[in-house]
């Protein structure tokens, strides 16, 4: 793994320093170029890890504190200075000053974001279209300009039709400007225009943004409206990816599923089928020298693009040398429907060559037809009840 180096930086917005933190590889020169935002009442650290990790894939990354945007911010300006819209407008002084250094391409800009900072991200990636070459909001907190309208945003309690100069939200002050600038948007139609590839990763135990927001952007994004998906092929760019038991901020093993499930998505590859699976008794015969494990299961699958139930007689079968996993095969049939309502199946051989995940998948189905012989990957999430399989095409 290439070694990663990283400097501060300072850049400016309307003459506010703006305080962050590059990370790279050490070597290599135009650089593509992804810039991840923070959530609300936190800064860069946040996020330091998420950095380094998209740096180790070969990315000029950059962190940074939005101005006014906690009350532990390296940047200027007061927090009640700060909102949404503020915060787009550093977002975007960031942008330009990382395509100005001479060991990034600034025609190849990523965006990521977190919370708050997720939705900043789709804002701006609205705005600048064709500049931005792909999105990856982490929960993004689209929320918010409902939150406005009710007058409840985390710990402030206003009236949404008046708010006053200043809203104690516990430890932080805001402003007026925070409430007015979200409370009449649509925020739907103002992430709409952006065009580009679009990875969603959001806890279905979110308590603060409730994943149905994200569910909603996915079908925007997909071309449809927040009410109806379109009936067609779905973006094969546009994934949401919901982590099984997740909240608002993930542990160390979403994480590790969640940059399991990015690479797959910076390849260029769909998430086409998640399986739940069900896990049934374990059977096991031989000794420490080689092991068998026979573990039937059973489960659903689910997703956009195709929807069923594991027929019986799935099992996954494993073998073991002294501990140490020689090969593992799990095989099984979902019956189902895929994105057309057609009934169809899918045989699924997956096996494990102490790396990875390597599926085959035959179907009859027209509409999945590219499942057919496609060199596809696996990613698993690993649960007590049974691992979330995602099948990448």
């Known amino acids: 793994m290439a070694k990663i180096i990283s400097e501060r930086f300072t850049c400016r917005r309307d003459g506010l320093a703006i305080c962050g933190t590059w990370f790279r590889p050490e070597e290599g020169e135009h650089l ?119 007058g409840a945003m985390m710990f402030a309690r206003f009236d949404p039709d008046n708010p006053p100069e200043v809203i104690n939200c516990g430890p932080m002050k805001l402003g007026a400007c925070y409430v007015n600038d979200v409370k009449n948007m649509d925020v739907f139609e103002a992430i709409r225009p952006y065009a580009g590839p679009v990875m969603i990763l959001h806890g279905n135990k979110d308590e603060i943004v409730d994943v149905e927001y994200a569910r909603k952007a996915r079908k925007v994004y997909n071309g449809g409206t927040p009410a109806k998906a379109p009936r067609r092929q779905p973006r094969r760019d546009m994934m949401l990816e919901i982590i099984d038991g997740a909240g608002h901020g993930f542990n160390r093993e979403e994480d590790e599923f969640a940059f399991g499930a990015i690479r797959q998505f910076l390849q260029g590859r769909t998430d086409v089928v998640q ?22 299961f059973g489960g659903k699958a689910k997703g956009i693009w195709f929807h069923g139930e594991i027929e019986p007689g799935a099992s996954d079968e494993q073998e073991y040398a002294w501990g140490k996993p020689v090969a593992f095969a799990a095989t099984y049939t979902i019956t189902g429907e895929d994105y057309t309502g057609t009934p169809c199946r899918l045989d699924i051989v997956n096996r494990f060559d102490g790396k990875s995940w390597k599926p085959e998948v035959h179907t009859d189905s027209e509409a999945l037809a590219f499942l057919n012989g496609a060199d596809l990957t696996a990613v698993l999430q690993n649960r007590k009840k049974g691992p979330l399989v995602h099948i990448f095409a």
């Open 275 to 296: 399986v739940d699976v069900r896990l049934d008794e374990i059977r096991r015969m031989g000794t420490p020298a080689k092991l068998h494990v026979s573990i039937p």
């Open 32 to 150: 593509p170029i992804m810039i991840i935002s923070h959530g609300f009442m936190v800064d860069q650290r946040s996020v330091r890890n998420y950095a380094k990790r998209f740096a180790a894939m070969g990315f000029a990354t950059f962190s940074f504190d939005f101005n006014g945007g906690s009350i532990h911010s390296r940047s200027e300006g007061p927090t009640t200075e700060m909102s949404v819209l503020t915060e787009v407008e550093d977002l975007k002084a960031v942008i330009a000053y990382a395509g100005s250094l001479p060991w990034t391409d600034g025609l190849r800009v990523s965006l990521a974001g977190c919370s708050q900072g997720g939705m900043v991200s789709a804002l701006t990636a609205a705005e600048l279209q064709e500049a931005v070459e792909r999105l990856i909001l982490f929960y993004p907190a689209l929320c918010i300009p409902d939150d406005a309208r009710k």
